[in-house]
């Protein structure tokens, strides 16, 4: 089964920056587009970014746009969130996601990874 392990999260201050990995292992991984969410205490599941499966195109949610940076590595099964002038409004648990790429839109898949915590104090 496809395994996915997000790692790089931690506590920053509000305008400050993190680099959060996904390494994938098992099938599947070359062939899914990926995308990253996040969930806040007390909130759902929210979209944040995603990327093609080949890198090609990128997708994100309004609110993170000029600050987040989805990139993968095919070679290293391995996908990005670069996070720059982080909000306090970004703290959340920030989850990688194989899924589908298409035509601009995302669709999550089954496979999650455990999930990152990211801390962002004022």
């Known amino acids: 089964q496809l395994q996915l392990v997000e790692s790089g999260g931690g506590l920053v201050q509000a305008g400050g920056s993190l680099r959060l990995s996904c390494a994938a292992s098992g099938r599947g991984f070359i062939t899914n587009g990926m995308g990253w969410f996040r969930q806040a205490p007390g909130k759902e599941r929210e979209f944040v970014a995603a990327?093609?499966?080949?890198?090609?195109?990128?997708v994100y949610t309004d609110s993170v746009k000029g600050r987040f940076t989805i990139s993968r590595d095919n070679a290293k099964n391995t996908v990005y969130l670069q996070m720059n002038s982080l909000k306090v409004e970004d703290t959340a648990v920030y989850y990688c996601n194989a899924g589908r790429y298409y035509g601009g839109t995302y669709d999550y898949g089954d496979y999650w990874g455990q999930g990152t915590q990211v801390t962002v104090s004022s």
């Open positions: 990327i093609s499966w080949g890198g090609q195109s990128t």
